[in-house]
């Protein structure tokens, strides 16, 4: 293969992992490590891994949550989750680790 065609082809392989329409972006953001249920009546799905951070959304007992970054934060306390179309961090206190479906 001739050097301008593999640039060619490492420029598509960038503009399809940047996000540019068609690529592969969507289903790299849609990546999950893990899952977790919530154990608690309701629980605060906050903006930010803070308790002082804004709520976004309020999961209930039993509900399914996805792990969206492969580690929960340096002290473990806060996990980043996706509920749908919900996305943000939820007390690890209140959620116990399950099988994903």
Known sequence: MKIKSMLVLAGVALAAGAGVPGGLSSE??????????VTTGSLNVRARPHSTSPVVGVVRR???LEQRKLFCTPRGFWCAIRKGDLVGYADKAHMRKVKCP
């Open 28 to 37: 790299a953001e849609a990546a999950t490590y893990g899952c977790w249920r």
């Open 62 to 64: 039993g509900d399914l």
